[in-house]
Nanobody
Framework: QVQLVESGGGLVQAGGSLRLSCAAS????????MGWFRQAPGQVREFVAG????????LDVDSVNGRFSISRDNGKYTVYLQMDNLKPEDTAVYYC?????????????????WGQGTQVTVSS
């Protein structure tokens, strides 16, 4: 089992940047592919980006492609989401999740462990 704690959220103006971090407990972090999801009020939780166990393979979605970047440091048990050129529609609670698999997935049901989320608010 792995526990996940997100940090780095906050209020930023449109066009600004934030870097989210997700710290994992335990030495099994490198056994998990990781994903970032987000959920806006009244909306379903949606996939944003994912990264393989080794960090060599990533996934994202069209709405964030070229603006968001996912990375991980297995030595620090941490996954990051660098978010640049933020837009008001990026406002949401952002969650990291762990999948006991080599590769990440866009499906929420493929992830076994979730963090509590961190709020990102982008003002226009």
């Amino acid at each position: 089992q792995v526990q996940l704690v997100e940090s780095g959220g906050g209020l930023v103006q449109a066009g600004g940047s934030l870097r989210l971090s997700c710290a994992a407990s335990g030495r099994t972090f490198s056994s998990y592919a990781m994903g970032w999801f987000r959920q806006a009020p009244g909306q379903v939780r949606e996939f944003v980006a994912g990264i393989s166990r080794s960090g060599g393979s990533t996934l994202d979605v069209d709405s964030v492609n070229g603006r968001f970047s996912i990375s991980r440091d297995n030595g620090k048990y941490t996954v990051y989401l660098q978010m640049d050129n933020l837009k008001p529609e990026d406002t949401a609670v952002y969650y990291c999740a762990a999948r006991p698999s080599l590769f990440s997935s866009r499906s929420r049901s493929d992830y076994a462990f979730w963090g509590q989320g961190t709020q990102v608010t982008v003002s226009s």
